[in-house]
């Protein structure tokens, strides 16, 4: 039998940066080192009053239970989702049941800006939850996001006033969320792990039961969120922001091949199997080896934003055209990232793992170095600004100061924000941060991009993945 649905259900989940392996994860036949980060997306999830929900026994509304509109009590279920930190960021759904077990389909309602993150997740949550749930009768939602200030630019930080009596943690950013520049942290990734997240366990698990179903809830969130980027990557992000921390290896795509769209005919039998790995013929193969690993005691990671994206999927489509044309040349420089990104993941390690020894981060900022070399050697050969001189430049630049270890262009890299590894000590974050403020590029750039501001964001290692929030921090937000 389900449990009993509580009335409120609160998960948050971190963002990451992939700190090695851009490029080589999406093959399985190679790694990535994913560092989960203390900045998150929370997810919070309330039951709207219905005469047969908990609460309604004659005492009155359960704690935190939401009242909902005169609509939503008498007539369909919606689920209402905002985003209080941004202006107009309400997306509200009807819910429909999908003949031929298509599932469970949400339709936007209004014509406002569509979400497509938060809708696939809501339909695909909610497939599985009425294929597995004793009850099909959601009852009428309520559903608020809040994230960390550091997934977005400070173009976009706190324009909005400060509300009275909102808890500290979330900042009002006082833009629509189209107009925030995002800093490159996953927000995506994060956000559907803590929507499917929040919503299963809402409905067919208890909050303790989150480590036992992890797996199952990994692979609920890869689905919703390959469908709803219309492309299969590599998962490191998600895979961070259920597991935390960890050594990354892809899942096989065919694993998702032939799930098709929510609503078509057979959706809910074909995506049952994948959420929960019964499909003999193709099993989840992701590895998150050491998940929720920590760095070396002593150590920091940072990132500092340039505010100026890139395009990730023009990037990543040239440098797969390279490889395919060049096999050879790719093989050997495929090679050699992964051998030293696997020897700089072991020292780590070594260093995580003996306290004692930790503390001479030499070998460390070699391996950096190196393997900051073989990306250089990519940039030039694949003729993508993966390493762009504007961005050696600033690495070049940090890794002079005294306690800065090394830095990287994580993940796809392009005019990203940067990876750092510095002494975990607030004088080496001061000078960082001085350097910055005072820093300008001086190299013409060969690919034509240029760095703005340049800016030490305040989010760090945060090693652990989707975990159980109290309600406490949200006052005033929901
Ligand atoms: N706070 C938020 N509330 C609602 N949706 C959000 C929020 N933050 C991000 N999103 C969703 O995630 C999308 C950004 O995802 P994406 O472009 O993949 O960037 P990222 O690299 O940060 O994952 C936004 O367009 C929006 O749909
Ligand atoms: C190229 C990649 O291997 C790494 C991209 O890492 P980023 O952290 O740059 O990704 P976005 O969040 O999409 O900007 C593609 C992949 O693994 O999917």
């Not at 389900?2 to 940066?17: E, H, I, N, R």
């Not at 003949?99 to 469970?104: W, Y």
């Not at 929960?276 to 193969?285: K, L």
């Amino acid at each position: 039998m389900s449990p009993q649905p509580s009335s409120v259900t609160a998960l948050s989940a971190p963002g990451k940066v992939l700190l090695t392996g851009g490029y080589l994860v999406l093959d399985r036949a190679y790694t990535g080192t994913v560092f989960a980060l203390n900045a998150r997306i929370h997810v919070v999830v309330q039951q709207l009053r219905r005469g047969h929900r908990r609460g309604a026994s004659g005492s009155g509304p359960a704690v935190g239970e939401a009242h909902g509109t005169a609509e939503e009590q008498e007539g369909e279920n919606t689920v209402v989702v905002r985003s209080p930190q941004f202006v107009d960021a309400v997306w509200e759904y009807g819910v429909q049941r999908c003949s031929d077990g298509g599932g469970v389909k949400v339709i936007p309602k209004g014509d406002g800006p569509r979400n497509p993150f938060v809708e696939t997740s809501l339909s695909y949550a909610l497939t599985y939850i009425s294929y597995v749930a004793d009850s099909k009768d959601f009852g009428s939602l309520s559903v608020t996001i809040l994230a960390d200030s550091d997934y977005y630019s400070e173009t976009a930080t706190s324009k909005g006033p400060a509300s009275q009596g909102r808890s500290g943690r979330f900042v009002n950013f006082g833009v629509p969320l189209f107009e925030a520049h995002k800093t490159g942290l996953g927000s995506s990734a994060a956000l559907v792990t803590a929507l499917v997240s929040a919503l299963v366990i809402h409905r067919t698990m208890q909050p303790e039961d989150l480590g036992a179903g992890r797996d199952k809830l990994h692979n609920l969130a890869q689905a919703a969120h390959c469908a709803a980027q219309g492309k299969v990557g590599s998962g490191f992000d998600v895979a961070s922001a259920v597991y935390g921390s960890c050594l990354y290896r892809r899942f096989s795509p065919s694993i998702l091949e032939s799930l098709g769209d929510v609503g078509s005919p057979g959706f809910e039998e074909r995506l049952f199997p994948i959420v929960e790995d019964s499909d003999t013929e193709h099993p989840w193969d992701t590895e998150c080896v050491d998940f929720g690993m920590q760095l070396p005691r002593g150590m920091q990671l940072v990132l500092c934003d340039v505010d100026c994206g890139s395009g990730t999927p023009s990037m990543v489509k040239k440098v797969l055209e390279w490889r395919k044309a060049n096999r050879k040349e790719a093989d050997i420089l495929w090679a050699s990232l992964q051998n030293n990104n696997e020897r700089l993941r072991q020292e780590l390690k070594r260093q995580a793992q003996h306290p004692d020894a930790a503390g001479d981060f030499s070998d460390i900022r070699t391996l950096l170095e190196r393997t900051r070399q073989h990306i250089r050697t990519m940039t030039r050969r694949t003729g993508v600004p993966i390493e762009p001189s504007v961005q050696t430049e600033l690495l070049d630049s940090v890794s002079e100061l005294e306690g800065v270890i090394g830095g990287v262009v994580p993940g796809a890299g392009g005019y990203d924000a940067i990876a750092i590894l510095i002494r975990d000590d607030p004088t080496v974050v001061a000078r960082l941060r001085e350097h910055l403020a005072n820093w300008t590029s001086k190299v013409e750039d060969d690919f034509g991009g240029k760095i703005g501001n340049v800016r030490l964001l305040g989010v760090q290692h945060g090693s652990e993945g989707a975990k159980n929030e109290m309600l406490e921090q949200y006052a005033g937000w929901i």
